[in-house]
């Protein structure tokens, strides 16, 4: 089935879906229409899982047509091992938004379902644009539903939020598109593969990487252009968060894996170190300030990204290695698989936080850890859940969250036992924060009236929760399908960035 | 008979042919101006028919050509191989280029009418003259942008610029109106003195006022080192300057644009944009092009001010009409980048640029107008205050303008800024590229605070009561025009194609 278009189809259905939901008014009958299109999305994701080659790094899926010739710019979309699973993550959460906000949106709820039935679109089209600015492109348009997003649906202090948001990511990509088009003068075509073929000065190599350090580094986000999340997330409605952290913040991993390592190797090289240091940075300081926060929603954000700390260090751990190793990649590879795990399997756990925290919010509408304790008496379903996601977030073997950092780990001893020695804190202050969430929002003696009149989980949530628990223990218990899809193109994706690109 | 054959026929009668779509507005003016004469306040709507059908019909001349003009054209082609021709001496050019600049002006001045119409009824400025003054403005832009020599540049510039003199002071009686209308007129001279005076100082080195011979002629002599070609050269580009509205040059834009009456302010700030690049690059490229690296760095001190001033004092604002004014001057400043990467490519970013912007700045004055009524101009930011829940779509569009001149994709104003931004990374001036991009984020904040202020805030009590009604006319192009700036940010391919080719055949 759609032989040739599949990807088109995953890009421009959710697009045009959300037009028509749009049109269907406020109505009723938005939200089922929303869920039909996107559990049609999603249903046809999975053609790409079942249609995947996993042998070689080769794009498949592989659709190609002239768009702008005056710039030679192409309409070129395909997928590889890496960006296969993140489409499918993206079309399997966007299901869940649409679920989760079934009830509990009111205020122009048409709006809000389009909103998110477009933005699965286009990020379905920044995982498979194989043009530069193609991926820009969306890159950029991913901003203005998620502006609005924000925007309308958020909390009080929501317009801070989505502006300092917008003009965040704005003015980080911008510099990525100066060096998109210094590339293209040099090799005289916006084609992503072409990118990575072009010889390239050191200078004008590492002036590229730090563009993209930019660009990437906020949107991961890394520490210190991170302080927009905490603001995003806090203020923006549950189904917000979701997709912020699940599926959006994964694009500055993949931005590393698609743009930074193969497009300027040598760069990467020699400022390998500085992502490093600002991964640790980010798993280490950014994890204590998460144990101070008094806001349920600000603890996860800053967990996200305590944990997309292990992403980047996973991904830029070739380098130390390599070096340490005298020149053999061998255990390379185990990091970057754990990153790109880690990524799969925080998409998972920072999506089921959220929407744990959303189901207490829409409750009790504070998000202060305070106002809470003693939940699992009134909500022993739900405790079981949040414990369970707690566990995940917190690495707990059997889980989703322990293989991927677990793998980052055991590479980062290959290359300095330093690097590992302060990555491996994150599995103390991790638990000591998520645990303490736990202790004091689920456990105890009922804390006030407010909580004694809770409702335990309704079908829509446990459904919700149930699916997301499934796949953070499958990831867990069984990485295996997930490890192999990705290794090849992971494999080539290290050669790339071994060989070096330097003009002679 | 015998008189007639001591007179030397140097001319050749039907190349004059070339000029017929000028020819034929110049009459279609002068028709309307006279018809207007006998026909009754309550029947204006004929003039503005009359108005519309006349700019059709040019554009439709410029397009379609006659039978003579496509003879001669094809003749012409097939003789020198070159797809710019010349007429009246070889003072009046028709080459690609050209023809679609023209057709912009048209197109866009019919939809400012459009706009414009219900807001000049309400406001006791439905009058003939207004049409007459719009098609002389017209007139006046086509010539700029077929000129050939300094002279003709300067008869049409001023031709364009009288007209508007008037149109700003048209509400007589309103002060500050007369004075932005004062005010433009002071500048406007000065800046047109400069521009004689620095054409004046080229012709007196050069020995010629055709931009052919003033190219020759600095083709073969060192241009660089002579101070009197230099000084010339400064004088054009500040008469430029100021007909264009970059900083230094750019006290009057916001004065200009906040007084005049939301309607005029439409026309001012979109068409005659057209004709200044037609103007620049005239003069510039085709005339003193070999002084490349002469206006090549003046200019990227006035674009990066422009960009910088332009953006920063915008956000000052609380007025819509000036926040567009200096957002206007930070769009120039774009414009210009394009302009001095000295390619092409370069001339082509730009002209796409100008083109799409006054597609976009058309819409967004537009909305300005859509928001007033009847002895209330909604000009101040706080107006668009929960525009969305009153008026949706209306909200949408002006959504999409914004965006649009964010740069933010899929509009078509991220591919006006990627297309001007790739000619300077082209022409090695990577500074300017990077404070570019740089200004257009601090740019998209004010343009993201009015997208909030429309969707984000509750409406006002005051700016929720009603509107004067709206004609069908209006909302239809209001939607087209929105949806044309979402379609060329789709497929921006076709319009790019073909200002590259315009400029490449022509110059």
Not at chain 1, 361 to 387: K, Q
Not at chain 2, 147 to 156: P, R, S
Not at chain 2, 295 to 322: E, F, M
Not at chain 2, 411 to 422: D, H
Request: glycine residues 8%; hydrophobic residues 55%; neutral net charge.
């Amino acid at each position: 089935m759609f032989d040739g278009y599949l990807l088109s189809v995953l890009v421009w259905l959710p697009i045009i879906g959300g037009i028509l939901t749009l049109l269907t008014g406020d109505k009723f009958a938005t939200r089922p229409v929303a869920l039909i299109i996107s559990i049609a999305t999603f249903a046809i994701s999975l053609l790409l899982w079942t249609g995947f080659n996993s042998k070689g790094y080769q794009l498949q899926f592989v659709e190609l047509m002239p768009w702008i010739e005056t710039f030679k710019v192409n309409y070129h979309l395909g997928v590889d091992g890496i960006s296969m699973p993140l489409i499918l993550l993206n079309t399997f959460t966007t299901v869940l938004i649409v679920l989760a906000g079934w009830e509990v949106i009111k205020h122009k709820p048409s709006q809000y379902m389009a909103s998110f039935l477009i933005m699965e679109g286009i990020i379905n089209g920044v995982f498979a644009a194989q043009d530069a600015i193609l991926f820009y492109v969306f890159f950029e348009a991913m901003l203005i539903p998620m502006f609005i997003v924000i925007g309308i649906w958020g909390g009080d202090n929501r317009i801070y939020a989505t502006i300092k948001f917008f003009l965040y990511t704005f003015f980080g990509s911008v510099f990525m598109l100066v060096s998109l088009i210094y590339m293209y003068t040099q090799a005289g075509s916006f084609a992503i593969a072409d990118l990575h073929t072009v010889k390239l000065g050191m200078t004008p190599q590492i002036l590229i990487f730090l563009s993209f350090l930019i660009a990437f580094g906020v949107k991961v986000p890394m520490w210190p252009v991170h302080t927009w999340l905490p603001d995003a997330h806090v203020q923006a409605p549950t189904g917000g968060s979701v997709i912020l952290a699940a599926v959006m913040l994964k694009i500055g991993g993949y931005g590393f894996l698609r743009f930074s390592l193969p497009m300027v190797p040598d760069a990467s090289n020699e400022l390998a170190w500085l992502v490093i240091f600002m991964s640790l940075t980010a798993v280490v300081y950014i994890g204590f300030i998460a144990l101070v926060q008094s806001d349920m929603k600000k603890l996860v954000a800053y967990s996200s990204i305590a944990h997309m700390g292990f992403v980047t260090l996973g991904f830029f751990l070739l380098f130390p290695i390599m070096k340490a190793s005298g020149g053999s990649s061998e255990g390379a590879l185990m990091g970057m698989q754990g990153g790109m795990v880690q990524m799969i399997s925080h998409g998972f756990i920072s999506g089921a936080m959220f929407l744990c925290i959303g189901v207490l919010y829409d409750r009790m509408h504070t998000r202060e850890i305070n106002a809470y304790g003693g939940v699992s008496n009134r909500m022993p379903w739900f405790a079981a859940f949040f414990v369970l996601f707690a566990m995940a977030n917190t690495g707990l073997p059997g889980t989703s969250g322990f293989v991927g950092e677990f793998m980052v780990i055991l590479a980062s001893f290959k290359a300095n036992f330093w690097i590992a020695f302060l990555g491996a804190t994150t599995l103390i202050v991790g638990a000591a924060y998520t645990l303490w969430l736990v202790k004091r929002v689920i456990f105890g003696a009922v804390a006030n009236d407010q909580v004694a009149e809770l409702n335990d989980i309704n079908k829509r949530e446990t459904l919700i929760l149930s699916i997301l628990a499934f796949f953070v223990l499958a990831v867990g218990l069984w990485p295996e399908p997930l490890i192999n899809v990705m290794n090849d193109s992971l494999v080539h994706v290290i050669e790339q960035a071994t060989t070096s690109k330097l003009v002679n | 008979m015998l008189l007639f054959s001591l007179i030397p026929m140097q001319f050749q009668l039907p190349n004059i042919m070339l000029a017929t779509p000028e020819m034929f507005l110049l009459a279609g003016t002068c028709f309307v101006l006279l018809a207007d004469l006998f026909i009754k306040d309550s029947q204006r709507f004929i003039t503005y028919l009359l108005a519309q059908v006349v700019l059709l019909i040019t554009a439709g001349l410029v397009f379609f050509g006659t039978g003579d003009m496509n003879a001669i054209i094809a003749e012409s082609v097939q003789a020198t191989g070159k797809m710019s021709i010349t007429a009246f001496s070889d003072m009046f050019v028709l080459d690609p280029m050209a023809q679609v600049l023209k057709i912009s002006i048209l197109l866009i001045t019919m939809g400012v009418l459009v706009y414009s119409r219900e807001y000049l009824r309400s406001r006791d400025m439905y009058k003939g003259e207004y049409f007459t003054l719009t098609l002389f403005a017209v007139l006046g832009m086509m010539i700029m942008v077929s000129a050939k020599t300094m002279l003709l540049i300067y008869l049409g510039l001023e031709l364009l610029s009288l007209a508007m003199y008037a149109m700003v002071a048209f509400k007589r009686n309103d002060g500050r109106a007369s004075e932005a209308a004062m005010k433009y007129f002071v500048l406007g001279a000065i800046a047109s003195g400069m521009l004689l005076y620095g054409m004046s100082i080229i012709y007196g080195v050069s020995g010629s006022l055709h931009l052919d011979h003033i190219s020759t002629y600095m083709s073969s002599h060192p241009v660089m080192e002579n101070l009197g070609l230099l000084l010339g050269l400064s004088f054009i580009i500040v008469g430029l300057g100021f007909k264009l509205g970059v900083v230094p040059f750019h006290m009057w834009v916001p004065d200009v644009y906040d007084g005049a009456p939301t309607a005029v302010t439409l026309f001012l700030g979109t068409a005659p944009k057209i004709a200044a690049f037609a103007m620049i690059i005239r003069l510039l490229v085709e005339g003193l092009g070999d002084m490349v690296q002469g206006w090549q760095q003046i200019l990227s001190l006035l674009a990066a001010l422009s960009l910088l001033v332009g953006n920063l004092i915008a956000i000052a604002q609380t007025n819509i009409k000036r926040m567009f004014a200096y957002s206007t001057i930070s769009h120039m400043g774009f414009v210009l980048m394009g302009i001095l990467a000295g390619t092409q490519s370069g001339y082509a970013a730009s002209m796409f640029y100008i083109i799409t912007y006054a597609i976009i700045a058309m819409g967004g004055f537009a909305v300005v107008i859509y928001l007033s009524r009847e002895g209330y101009e909604a000009d101040q930011l706080a107006d668009l205050k929960g525009l969305s829940a009153r008026h949706p779509w209306v909200a949408f569009m002006m959504m999409l303008f914004l965006f649009s001149m964010a740069g933010v994709p899929p509009t078509v104003g991220f591919y006006a800024k990627l297309s001007v931004i790739t000619a300077v990374v082209d022409a090695n001036v990577i500074w300017l590229a990077v404070f570019g991009v740089v200004m257009s984020v601090i740019g998209a904040y004010y343009y993201l605070r009015a997208i909030k202020l429309m969707y984000f805030d509750k409406p006002d009590d005051a700016t929720n009561s009603a509107r004067s009604p709206v004609q069908w006319d209006f909302t239809a192009l209001l939607s087209l025009n929105g949806l044309a700036v979402l379609a060329l940010g789709i497929l921006p391919g076709t319009l790019m194609a073909l200002c590259l080719k315009a400029i490449q055949t022509s110059l």
